[in-house]
């Protein structure tokens, strides 16, 4: 068996390190609740006012105000 070091890194060494640090990342994410929910209504969040100014500036179906 051969020796594998920090030093020498292989592709084995790199994804064991990427499963360690994702598993590490999820229990995280899961153990704070409030940063899922937070993860899930945040690009509800920013599309939101774009929609809403694109409504504003628009009348009759035609974008009337970012045309100029």
């Known amino acids: 068996m051969e020796l594998t070091t920090l030093s020498q890194p292989n592709f084995s060494t790199q994804l064991r390190a990427l ?3 994702a598993r590490k990342d999820w229990k ?7 940063n899922a929910v937070s993860n899930v209504f945040q690009p ?13 500036f628009s009348t009759n ?7 100029q």
């Open 19 to 21: 499963f360690v640090i």
């Open 44 to 56: 509800i969040i920013w599309i939101t006012p774009v929609y809403f100014m694109g409504k504003a």
């Open 61 to 67: 179906g035609q974008a009337l105000g970012f045309a």
């Open 28 to 34: 995280v994410f899961w153990r704070y609740p409030l």
